[in-house]
């Protein structure tokens, strides 16, 4: 894998990270105005982020949550087990 996908990678799992933890805190904190901000800050970079890897390097998601738009790249990419760290 290439420096410049696995770093793509990295970054949207960050991001999913952060905007789990965002979620999990307003749940309990729904009235806090600035971790609703950043939560939404980092929700439009994470979809930012996964539209940059998709147009590049395929789907990140099957059941018609990543359409593939020129061919079916679905089975090109390499398996969860199968990517180095």
Do not use: C
């Not at 806090?32 to 982020?49: C, K, P, Y």
């Amino acid at each position: 894998m290439d420096g410049q996908r696995l770093n793509l990678l990295k970054k949207i799992m960050a991001l999913e990270f952060t905007a789990l933890e965002l979620n999990l805190y307003l749940d309990t904190h729904p009235n806090d105005q600035r971790a609703l901000a950043e939560f939404n800050e980092v929700s439009q970079a994470l979809l930012l982020a996964k539209k940059d890897y998709e147009a590049y390097y395929g789907p990140l998601l099957n059941y018609g949550f990543s359409p593939s738009h020129n061919a079916w790249r679905w089975v090109e990419e390499p398996w969860p087990w199968e990517i180095s760290f």
